[in-house]
């Protein structure tokens, strides 16, 4: 008689959890040198933050802060987060996102309150202002991404970003009309993810390095033409 032995699966799935010091290390970083802002330079007066526009649908009214208390009550909000991210990492625990989204907004809040004492900052052009230039740096960011996932390290970003923006210009400058600008822009970029290709997948070259000469081959092509 012949006992066979099956393989006993269990359902219950295991959770792995990344322990890392490198948020702790940043947080207490940026967090003693952002002290030293108060401490060296304290600033007088209030920091006004407007948080509506003047054509808006309705008015949120501006909220003033006192510009070095303010600092100093983010340098402690700032610091017991560090405490709690050091305290979590030391139970082999992960750092939970809230925790640095809270870390990075109070800290926001405490600088641009210190560095605009005695003045009003309006929120709304500033946001505004950060999503637009954040806009390009989102979508080679995504790209990125994506060439990671393909297995292409792709470090010539920057050079296709500034020789589509070079391109653009100039062909919807000539041409008066920005869906020429849009076209070159394409066809830049692809000129240049041809040039990391062809040097990487043909002659075997390091994409790293490939994608650092691009970088300042473009760089040092716009910048004398232009």
Not at 25 to 42: E, R, W
């Amino acid at each position: 008689m012949t006992v066979t032995a099956e393989p006993v699966v269990s359902d219950e799935q295991r959770r792995v959890t990344v322990v890392s010091w490198k948020a702790p290390v940043i947080f207490a970083i940026f967090t003693v040198l952002f002290a030293l802002l108060p401490l060296l330079a304290p600033r007088e007066g209030e920091t006004t933050f407007r948080l509506s526009a003047g054509e808006a649908f309705f008015t949120v009214p501006d909220v003033v802060l006192p510009a070095t208390a303010t600092a100093w009550i983010a340098v402690v909000l700032l610091a017991a987060a560090t405490v709690f991210a050091v305290i979590r990492v030391r139970a082999r625990r992960g750092i939970p996102l809230w925790l640095v989204i809270v870390w990075v907004a109070v800290l926001m809040i405490g600088f641009l309150a210190w560095a605009a004492a005695g003045s009003t900052l309006p929120m709304i052009g500033l946001l505004g202002g950060a999503l637009a230039l954040a806009t390009p740096l989102i979508f080679g960011a995504l790209g990125g991404v994506i060439g990671e996932r393909a297995g292409v390290v792709n470090i010539a970003i920057e050079a296709q970003l500034l020789a589509g923006a070079f391109s653009a210009a100039v062909a919807a400058s000539l041409a008066g009309t920005p869906w020429a600008g849009l076209v070159a822009a394409m066809v830049a970029g692809m000129l240049v993810a041809l040039v990391l290709g062809v040097f990487t997948i043909t002659y075997f070259v390091d994409q790293v390095i490939v994608g650092v000469v691009l970088n300042v081959l473009v760089i040092g092509l716009t910048t004398f033409l232009f």
